[in-house]
């Protein structure tokens, strides 16, 4: 796919990494989607429920440790705008720079900047205020 859209590059960094990051997130959320439909098809075919290895018990329970952990987060990154989210997700999971960022959704460096400092604000005020919530609340339920 690369070499294909080559002729469309344009050296915006001293690294095609930023340009090929844009590439490989488009396909993979295709693929994504292309592979959750194959999956609805095939769970509503077979009526069955996948089995796991005893290798993979492990990680089983590692994941729903996980995902009972990470509600808070979920709940505030669905609240970001799409944009903010895309920034947020190429510097935080992919480790790309802010700059290398905007090269690979194709916007300016300035407006990276700016989606990640109010994507990042957003997050933090949510757990913040998720946070204080909750402790209140556990301590009603520890008074009653």
Same mark, same amino acid.
């Given at each position: 796919m690369a070499l294909q859209a080559s002729h469309r590059?344009? !050296?915006e960094t001293d690294t095609a990494l930023p340009w090929l990051f844009? *590439?490989?997130?488009?396909?993979? !959320?295709?693929q994504r989607r292309k592979y959750a439909g194959n999956r609805r098809l095939e769970v509503k075919a077979?009526? !069955?429920?996948?089995?796991?290895t005893a290798a993979e018990d492990?990680?089983?329970?590692?994941? *729903?440790?996980? +995902?009972?952990? +990470?509600?808070?987060?979920?709940?505030?990154?669905?609240?970001? %705008?799409?944009?903010e989210r895309e920034v947020l997700e190429l510097v935080a999971y992919d480790g790309?720079?802010?700059?290398e960022a905007a090269v690979a959704?194709? *916007? %300016?460096?300035?407006a990276a900047r700016l989606r990640l400092s109010r +994507?990042?604000?957003?997050?933090?005020?949510?757990?913040?205020a998720t946070t204080v919530v909750g402790a209140a609340a556990e301590d009603a339920e520890y008074a009653l």
């Open positions: 590059y344009v !050296a844009g *590439i490989s997130r488009r396909l993979l !959320a295709k077979s009526n !069955a429920f996948p089995a796991f492990d990680e089983v329970a590692s994941a *729903i440790d996980a +995902a009972r952990q +990470a509600p808070l987060l979920e709940e505030a990154l669905a609240r970001l %705008t799409r944009s790309l720079t802010p700059s959704l194709d *916007i %300016t460096p300035n +994507a990042r604000r957003a997050v933090r005020n949510h757990l913040d």
